[in-house]
């Protein structure tokens, strides 16, 4: 299994029109892809700012393609993560799963 995390800025005055925002966008077509095993999305404070984090479990790379396209290590953005996002991190990080306790 390959986890897949991608981590954002947004002011915090848009935070929860983000999250309503991502439920539509980013969430729904994780969980929609064949292969995707399940999505996280986390948040913390940092200054003025709220970070997001999403973690995404996937079958293999094969999968996080067919969600990301073939040049996966990209960041996957939408029209309008522009009204909301301070800055776009062009690639995102990939992990081996090799032991989770949740089954």
């Given at each position: 299994m390959i986890v897949r995390?991608?981590?954002?800025e947004v002011p915090k005055e848009k935070k929860a029109a983000y999250i309503e925002y991502l439920?539509?966008?980013?969430?729904?077509?994780?969980?929609?892809?064949?292969g995707n095993r399940g999505v996280s999305l986390l948040c913390r404070d940092v200054g003025d700012a709220v970070e997001f984090t999403t973690m995404t479990w996937w079958d293999n790379i094969e999968a996080i393609k067919r969600y990301a396209g073939e040049d996966y290590r990209k960041a996957r953005y939408y029209p309008e993560d522009a009204n909301y996002l301070k800055s776009f991190?062009?690639?995102?990080?990939?992990?081996?799963?090799?032991?989770?306790?949740r089954g």
């Open positions: 995390m991608w981590r954002g439920h539509k966008t980013g969430l729904s077509d994780y969980r929609n892809t064949p991190a062009p690639t995102v990080d990939h992990f081996e799963m090799i032991y989770d306790s």
